[in-house]
């Protein structure tokens, strides 16, 4: 069975840092690219950052906003993505979801179209 679960939403100050994770089972992710999404009250979600599978080179792509902020990198031994979130501000609450796209030899796009396997998420809130 594909899966992919998130963890490491917390309740956070502006200004810190959290690390979230996004572990992949059923499913190698050296075929895979993965984006991190947020959802806010609303039907639309942000992309946040994407990275793209090992034929890419795992190459990055992050959201206008996060841009110096955030962080993705993946762990292949774990099969887990990672998002390094520092510098957090209230704009950033949401639900995290990661969502997974069979990806070959192309880079990743952090748009939420083009991914069909989703988690189902992790709460992050930012706020004195």
């Known amino acids: 069975q594909l899966q992919l679960v998130e963890s490491g939403g917390a309740l956070v100050q502006p200004g810190g840092s959290l690390r979230l994770s996004c572990a992949a089972s059923?499913?190698?992710?050296?075929?895979?690219?993965i984006g991190w999404f947020r959802q806010a009250p609303g039907p639309e979600r942000e992309g946040i950052a994407c990275?793209?599978?090992?034929?890419?080179?795992?190459?990055?792509e992050y959201g206008e906003r996060v841009k110096g902020r955030f962080t993705i990198t993946k762990d292949d031994a774990e099969n887990t993505v990672y998002l390094q979130m520092d510098s957090l501000e209230p704009e950033d609450t949401g639900l995290y979801v990661c969502?997974?796209?069979?990806?070959?030899?192309?880079?990743?796009?952090?748009?939420?179209?083009?991914?069909?396997?989703w988690g189902q998420g992790t709460q992050v809130t930012v706020s004195s």
């Open positions: 059923g499913f190698n992710l050296d075929y895979y690219a």
């Open positions: 990275i793209s599978s090992s034929s890419s080179d795992g190459t990055v």
């Open positions: 969502a997974a796209r069979r990806l070959l030899y192309r880079k990743c796009e952090p748009e939420s179209g083009l991914y069909g396997l």
